[in-house]
């Protein structure tokens, strides 16, 4: 838990930044939308596609991990994350709940279903996505080696599986048009390659329909344009790797 003076502290640089928004926006007709986010972030790739899907123009600007600006720290006290979406001067916080407010907010191309319980499966399969696939990339890229690395794998394969099942036979989670379910799991897909390659193993083998979704899903310019190159990811995540693994020999 962070200590309560340096959340206080995050408040009030919070409470600056959105007076001077405020100031600022309520000068002018338009919406003020802007995203902090980093690149490789899947979280923040859901942010991107829905807002390309919504056609709604924005400042992108690109965030520090390791050297959070003070911009970050303002606009989200408590967490410090990316990706946050600020709009005419107030931010939300946390990709689902981004994604979910843009849809609430921008009514064109609808990404959650109308009816109550059609929603409540997108949004329960939406989270077992957060819950799962974030995870156990973690395990399968920074931590596991040996036994636990093919437990990772099993389990990873095994919730594709089960979302694949999810899939079925439509074209997208959502039906016949991208969906909340679409855009909270297609990021990961550019990610795909660091995970074969770094645990030697094949997504395509084991849930070739899922890898056809992608590839679907690929063809629209909102995703396409969204995602990060495959290879520049592994490479980021190869960095990333031997980080973490020397600080663990410290």
Known sequence: MQDTTQVKERREIFKTFLGTAFFITSTMDNDQVTLLD?????AGMRV???????????EYKEQSLRNKSALLLG???????????????????????????????WKQSPLLPSDPYERAQSMFWADFVD?????????????????????AKKDFIDCLKLLEGELGAKPYFG?????????ALVPFYCWFHAYETMANFSIEAACPKLIAWCKR?????????SLAD?????????????????SEQV
């Open 230 to 246: 495959p290879q520049k990811i592994y490479n980021f995540a190869m960095k990333l790797r031997k980080i973490y693994r020397l």
């Open 175 to 183: 039906g016949e048009t991208l969906g909340f379910v679409d855009v």
């Open 131 to 151: 819950q799962k696939i974030f995870d156990l990339k973690g395990k399968m890229i920074w931590t596991a080696e040996g036994e636990e690395e093919e437990a």
């Open 75 to 105: 606009m989200n006290p408590v967490h410090g994350k990316i990706p946050v979406l600020i709009h005419n001067g107030k931010p939300i916080c946390e990709s689902l709940i981004i994604v979910q407010y843009i849809d609430e907010t």
């Open 217 to 225: 899903c690929m063809q629209k310019d909102s995703v396409s344009k």
């Open 48 to 58: 991107r596609i829905a807002l390309a899907e919504k056609g709604v123009k924005y």
């Open 38 to 42: 980093f690149w490789a972030s899947p």
